[in-house]
């Protein structure tokens, strides 16, 4: 069965600090990693997209990881800020054919950042 | 740009009741997915219509039916519904290319409690 495992479950840092979330996927045919940031009462947005070729990618002060041979991932945020408090959530995707994108979804880890 | 829209917002349903819950993309896109959300689990598929004219069951489909009224919408419904449903309803909608590499973008979710 495919699955995404996120730690921790949530976590509390100062603003300022940086973090860094973990991801550990089973999941096959591997297709693609995404992360998503999930504000309270709103849908989720991507961040990143990582294919099996790509070891880093960043979007600002988000930066991802991707180990395709350990299927471990890490989101790193640097130097937070209030509104980066969210659930971000591990997305992997497999593909099968032309049905179209098949993403199993982590639980997400819930980020506060305080002042 | 409007994204993903859905409608309603909120909905409080008796048991047994039955609703439609809408849902909207105005970006073209071939595929589009309904989720649910409960709480300390991931965003599981309910349905998905990997392009128009077609649907097909995702992981959790019992109790519900959706239908690909043309490109641009996909409809949810609930034709009894039943406390179990009570959950964050979220469309999404991608681009499916053939090669997985396809962003997700969701629309802001239904909250919808059945009592």
């Given amino acids: 069965k495919n699955q995404v495992e996120q730690s921790p479950q949530s976590l509390i840092i100062l603003e300022g600090k940086n973090c860094t979330l973990q991801c550990n996927y089973t999941v096959s045919p591997f297709s693609n990693l995404r992360w998503y940031k999930q504000d309270t009462g709103r849908g989720p947005v991507s961040l990143t997209i990582m294919t099996f070729s790509e070891n880093t990618k960043s979007n600002g002060r988000y930066t991802a990881t991707l180990d395709a041979d350990t299927k471990q991932s890490s989101l790193h945020i640097t130097a937070s800020q209030l509104s980066d408090s969210a659930s971000y959530i591990c ?22 950042v305080r002042p | ?42 965003l599981r598929l309910i349905y998905y219509s990997a392009s128009e004219g077609t649907t097909d069951k995702g992981e959790v489909p019992n109790g519900y039916n959706v239908s690909r009224l043309n490109k641009r919408e996909f ?17 999404a909608s991608s681009r499916w290319a053939g090669n997985g590499n396809t962003e997700a973008f969701f629309g802001q979710g239904t909250r919808l409690t059945v009592v």
């Fill in chain 2, 75 to 91: 409809s949810l419904r609930l034709e009894s519904a039943a406390p179990s449903q009570t959950s964050v309803y979220f469309c």
């Fill in chain 2, 1 to 42: 740009n409007a994204g993903v829209t859905q409608t309603p917002k909120f909905q409080v349903l008796k048991t047994g009741q039955s609703m439609t819950l809408q849902c909207a993309q105005d970006m073209n896109h071939n595929s589009m997915y309904w989720y649910r959300q409960d709480p300390g689990m991931g």
């Fill in chain 1, 91 to 112: 997305v992997v995707s497999s593909t099968k054919g032309s049905s179209g994108d098949k993403l199993t979804f982590g639980t997400g880890t819930r980020l506060a």
